[in-house]
Nanobody, 126 residues
Framework: VQLQAFGGGLVQAGGSLRLSCAAS????????????MGWYRQAPGDQRELVAS??????????NYAPDVKERFTISRDDAMNMVHLQMNSLKPQDTAVYFC??????????????WGQGTQVTVSS
C-alpha cells in the first residue's frame, strides 16, 4: 500500500491550502475496508501530532480534530477514490510542519494495518 500526499507549499498567514492523499496498491483489487484516514503533522523539534482523523464505524463515522485546528481545518474522505483531503483555512505560522497522511486498511490477508505517507511540507509565513 502506498499513500501519496500532495498539496503542500508556502502560504502567507491567513491563507488556505488543501492537502490530498491517495491510497493505492494491491489491496484495491480485492475485498478491503478503509477503517480510517487522517493527517498528522510534525514541526522541527516536535513530536508528530494528530491534526484530524476520519474513522468509519458501524455506529456512524467519527471525525476528530486537534483543538487548535478545529475551527479552521476540515477533513473529508472520498472512498470511491480512496482519498482523504484536508482543507486548511486561516493558516497560522504555527501550522508550519510536515504533514503526513495515514490510513488504516483491512484486508482478509493482512487484517487491519496502518500505513503512512511520505509527508508534504506546509510553510506559513507571517
Amino acid at each position: 500500500v502506498q499513500l501519496q500526499a500532495f498539496g503542500g507549499g508556502l502560504v502567507q498567514a491567513g491563507g488556505s491550502l488543501r492537502l490530498s492523499c491517495a491510497a493505492s496498491g494491491s489491496f484495491s483489487g480485492s475485498f478491503y475496508r478503509i477503517n480510517s484516514m487522517g493527517w498528522y503533522r510534525q514541526a522541527p523539534g516536535d513530536q508528530r501530532e494528530l491534526v484530524a482523523s476520519h474513522l468509519t464505524a458501524a455506529s456512524g463515522d467519527r471525525i476528530n480534530y486537534a483543538p487548535d485546528v478545529k475551527e479552521r481545518f476540515t477533513i473529508s474522505r472520498d472512498d470511491a477514490m480512496n482519498m482523504v483531503h484536508l482543507q486548511m483555512n486561516s493558516l497560522k505560522p504555527q501550522d508550519t510542519a510536515v504533514y503526513f497522511c495515514t490510513a488504516n486498511i483491512c484486508t482478509p490477508g493482512t487484517g487491519s494495518v496502518s500505513y503512512w505517507g511520505q509527508g508534504t511540507q506546509v510553510t506559513v509565513s507571517s
